[in-house]
């Protein structure tokens, strides 16, 4: 699929398929090369990591196991209020676990902030995070991110796991939407 394919609904696209894979080579590599001997658990946040989880794991050579979580923000009625819900919590038992949470954006901070207190508290022996995207300058919150994608400009971006009203997660690019289809 490419930009024709969705028509004038998108923008720009910010970061190609070419791009993604090169990262996800890297990033792969690295987790290996970290826990090397050691137990691996993945932790996917749904739904729009599942995209990165899926290519991110099977570039591993580790053996890891898979798990996920469904959290949704509410409290003012805007996204990431900070106040998150547990919609689906995980099967698997934290304790003396190494965990990476998988994301696929630090956007506001929030989410992730909330995610890795509310695991720690679980008794794992680590907890770190791999995230393909991070706008640092929407951050409110401190996030300590070990595997990083790209570091992209503070604009709504869909694809690659990433919706707009459940639109356009499955473009295996990054891109931003046009303003008439948000109203702008
Ligand atoms: O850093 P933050 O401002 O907290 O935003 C990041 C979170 O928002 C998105 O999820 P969303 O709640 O839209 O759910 P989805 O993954 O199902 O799209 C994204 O997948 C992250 O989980
Ligand atoms: O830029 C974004 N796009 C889609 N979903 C999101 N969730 C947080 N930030 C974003
Ligand atoms: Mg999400």
Redesign the pocket.
């Known amino acids: 699929m490419d930009q024709s394919d969705v028509g004038p609904d998108l923008a720009e696209i910010l970061l190609s398929e070419e791009q993604l894979t090169k990262k996800l080579d890297e990033l792969a590599a690295q987790i290996d090369a970290d826990y090397a001997g050691k137990d691996l658990l993945l932790v996917g946040?749904?739904?729009?990591?599942v995209m990165v989880m899926a290519d991110l794991s099977r570039r591993l050579h580790h053996q890891v196991q898979m798990d996920w979580m469904a959290v949704?923000?509410y409290g003012s009625g805007t996204?990431?209020s900070g106040v998150v819900r547990i919609l689906k919590d995980l099967d698997a038992d934290l304790t003396g676990r190494n965990v990476i949470i998988v994301?696929?954006?630090?956007?506001?901070?929030?989410?992730?902030s909330w995610l890795v207190s509310n695991l720690r508290s679980r008794g794992p022996e680590s907890v770190e995070i791999a995230a393909m995207l991070r706008k640092p300058d929407?951050a409110q919150a401190d996030v300590d991110v070990k595997y990083l994608g790209y570091d992209i400009p503070n604009e709504f971006v869909v694809g690659y796991?990433?919706?707009y009203a459940e639109n356009y997660r499955n473009l295996p690019f990054v891109a931003t939407l046009a303003p008439h289809v948000y109203g702008g």
């Open positions: 946040v749904l739904k729009g990591a949704s923000s996204r990431s994301e696929d954006i630090i956007d506001s901070g929030l989410t992730l929407a796991g990433l919706d």
